[in-house]
T-cell receptor, first 117, second 115 residues
Framework: GAGVSQTPSNKVTEKGKYVELRCDPISGHTALYWYRQSLGQGPEFLIYFQGTGAADDSGLPNDRFFAVRPEGSVSTLKIQRTERGDSAVYLC???????????????FGPGTRLTVL | GEDVEQSLFLSVREGDSSVINCTYT??????LYWYKQEPGAGLQLLTYIFSNMDMKQDQRLTVLLNKKDKHLSLRIADTQTGDSAIYFC???????????????FGKGTSLLVTP
């Protein structure tokens, strides 16, 4: 079946602009995660959704970052007033994680490479 | 979050074994994972081990876990040029339960396999 997809694959924007990054998780996966991977680093957790609600947004770096998942499937990561330091690959992952289950195989999308000029 | 440390680079010859090492600090880690990342591709789960296990073997892959020393290793037997990629060690821990057991990754080890 289809894996996790992310659009766009590349996004170039100017400092101060607003961007939206989209994630289509695997059908039926209740858990959805956003991570950010800077050059030479491992992915860093941003936000976790269980269903429609953001269960944990403690990884969002500041209030310019926001994410939604209104129908419990597709998610959009929104970045306002982009800064050059926001340049990174933004990864989305989904998981069939059930509450209380600590084994968590996450399926990652190919990422969106964001470049802020 | 807690630290996950990996050596950054490893070069081996085709046919040799590769051993990639990882240390972690979170004593509440429940599962430890190895992911592979190839250029332009998403992260691919290679294997995982539960924290109460010492070893897991899966075809060419062997995972060793020393829970006392918080040390994890991935051995790839008969390494091929197609194994060249970045390998990430990651953990999920009880401390991360509120974040849906979000993964805490190391910086990755870049494996280069030469003919």
């Amino acid at each position: 079946g289809a894996g996790v997809s992310q659009t766009p694959s590349n996004k170039v924007t100017e400092k101060g602009k607003y961007v939206e990054l989209r994630c289509d998780p695997i059908s039926g996966h209740t858990a959805l995660y956003w991570y950010r991977q800077s050059l030479g680093q491992g992915p860093e957790f941003l936000i976790y959704f269980q269903g429609t609600g953001a269960a944990d947004d403690s990884g969002l770096p500041n209030d310019r970052f926001f994410a939604v998942r209104p129908e419990g499937s597709v998610s959009t990561l929104k970045i306002q007033r982009t800064e050059r330091g926001d340049s990174a690959v933004y990864l989305c992952a989904s998981s069939p994680l059930l509450a209380g289950d600590s084994y968590n195989e996450q399926f990652f999308g190919p990422g969106t490479r964001l470049t802020v000029l | 979050g807690e630290d996950v440390e990996q050596s950054l680079f490893l070069s081996v010859r085709e046919g040799d074994s590769s051993v990639i090492n990882c240390t972690y600090t979170d004593s509440s880690s429940t599962y430890l994972y190895w992911y592979k990342q190839e250029p332009g591709a998403g992260l691919q789960l290679l294997t995982y081990i539960f924290s109460n296990m010492d070893m897991k073997q899966d075809q060419r892959l062997t995972v060793l876990l020393n829970k006392k020393d918080k040390h994890l290793s991935l051995r790839i037997a008969d390494t091929q040029t197609g194994d060249s990629a970045i390998y990430f060690c990651a953990e999920s821990a009880w401390a991360n339960s509120n974040s849906g057991y979000a993964l805490n990754f190391g910086k990755g080890t870049s494996l280069l396999v030469t003919p």
